[in-house]
Structures are given as C-alpha cells and as structure tokens.
C-alpha cells in the first residue's frame, strides 16, 4: 500500500494476518461513530479477500449481509474460506466477527481479465455541475467518515434532510497509489454512505424507528481510481412493509461506468410498535 495515503484511510486497511486465512484488526476504529460504519465493515472484509488472490485477479462483484452492529474499539476477526479458485474466475466467503459472533458476512467474486465487448447506458453526468463549482459540505458532527474524502454535493439538503444528499461528486484527497485492489476496497467503503437514506420512498415521511442496512451488492464494472473524482448517484426503487430498495451508480467526469450497487434497507415507520 502506497504511503500517500491518508492514515485516517491506510489505518483501515492494516489488517494483521493470522493463521489460517485469517485476518483481524485489533481495534476496531468508527472515526467518531457509535458503531462501525457498514461500509467500513466491507471495505475491509474485501480487502481481507483480496489479500488471498493473486494480483492479476481483481474483484469484480461482491454480495453481503449485515448481521449484527460493529462495536468500536473491539477486536474486529476476517475469516476467509477459499471457495474455488478457477481458470478464470475466483471466489472468497468472508465472516467478520466480533466476540465470536457474526456481524457480517461476504461472498466475493475475482475475475482474470479477457477481451469482451465494452458497452454502458447514458451516463447521468450531462448537465451535472462539475465538482471544481461546488462547494464543499458543512457536514454535522454526527456524520463522519475518515479523513481524506472530498465531496461535493451537486444539490444541496433541504432543511430538516439528511445532509449527505445524492447525487454528489466523491474521491480521496491524496493519491492512493496503483494497488487496483485497494482502490475497489474504497469504492466498496464509499459505496454505503448515504444509500439507506435514498432507499426510502420519495415523500415518505423522514420519523423512522430504525433505518439500517439489511444487505449490499456491488459490481465493479470498470477498474477504477477513487483518488480520480467519481459521480455517486443513488435513488429508490422500491418499498414494501418495512424494507426500501436503492440502486445507483458510480461514474468517471468523462461518463464512465466505473461501478453499480443495490441494497435493502430496512425502513421501519416511527409508532409500527
């Protein structure tokens, strides 16, 4: 990992090897959170696959579930199983635990790269103002993540939002080297801010009893730079009982689609109980 990396970022990403596939982080950082931010939790379960897949193997799809809520400032366990290892393709079954107990769990795919067709949808970034004519957020205290991130938010929150409002522009703030695997572990991290807030329904009312990740996928459709401004755009696609469905894209300046995500979150109204 390249040493121009932020700490607050790199710190994520020191995982200690253990025997067996194993790998933990001693103690568990939430960068000023209750408890551990999800995409962290993937981020570095990513990356703890990874670090069992030769280097000419980069991920190209993940699939998680969150079990349980990370607590911070405990020893955080990455267990990988090494589910198959083809011609072409390889898969990874990771379980983060914490007191030997799940919280989450991850099955990863790696893909050799071959020739193909290269085709996407119209991008969503005609039209979209340029990140160098935002201004950076005012984020509240409450809403932290490592330092390192520069965003800009193309269309500000109204009053009484959730102020981490998609679509908005995203990269690191330094260079975070050549190392394609570790640049798919920060999209992985930065693939889960903001998304349960866009799954819910529009005009649904903002007074939840709980609003938390349930499961995550992302595809990597492109290899990617995080340290390169990225468009992060994300809406609502479904709701039913107490469960909303977000999809959204991350795209390059230049239009490209560099990754996709779709997650459930549950959504559950103030006063159901």
């Known amino acids: 990992m390249s040493d121009a990396v932020p700490p607050g ?22 960068i000023g959170r209750e ?60 379980t983060a635990s914490q007191g030997g107990r799940p919280i989450f769990e991850m099955i990863a795919s790696f893909h050799a790269e071959e020739p193909g067709y290269d085709w996407q949808p119209a991008p ?19 809403f932290r993540h490592p330092p390192g991130f520069d965003v800009r938010i193309v ?23 050549d190392d394609l695997s570790l640049h798919a572990c920060l999209i992985t991290y930065l693939s889960d801010m903001a998304v349960v807030s866009s799954a819910r329904a529009p005009g649904a009312p903002r007074d939840l009893a709980a609003a938390v990740s349930l499961d995550h996928a992302l595809w990597f459709n492109r290899p990617a730079r995080v340290d390169e401004w990225l468009l992060f755009s994300v809406d609502s696609a479904a709701n039913y009982g107490a469960r909303g469905l977000a999809r959204g894209t991350l795209h390059t300046r230049d239009g490209v689609l560099v990754a996709s995500i779709a997650q ?10």
Request: charged share 25%; aromatic share 8%.
């Open 155 to 177: 269309t500000p929150a109204r009053p009484g939002e959730f102020p981490m409002r998609h679509p908005f522009w995203i990269r690191s703030r330094e260079p975070v080297g």
């Open 35 to 94: 408890r551990l931010f999800g995409g962290q939790v993937a981020a570095q379960s990513l990356r703890a696959a990874c670090l069992t897949v030769g280097p000419e193997r980069l991920p190209h799809s993940l699939h998680a579930y969150f079990i349980r809520p990370g607590r911070p400032g405990e020893e955080l366990r990455f267990d990988v199983a090494r589910t198959r290892d083809g011609r072409t393709f390889t898969t990874r079954h990771v």
């Open 124 to 142: 969503p970034t005609a039209g979209v103002r340029q990140p160098e004519e935002l201004k950076p957020p005012d984020m509240p205290k409450f």
């Open 9 to 30: 970022i790199l710190s994520l990403f020191d995982l200690e090897e253990r025997e067996g596939d194993a790998f933990v982080v001693t103690a568990a950082s939430t």
């Open 264 to 273: 459930e979150a549950l959504l559950r109204p103030a006063g159901a109980f």
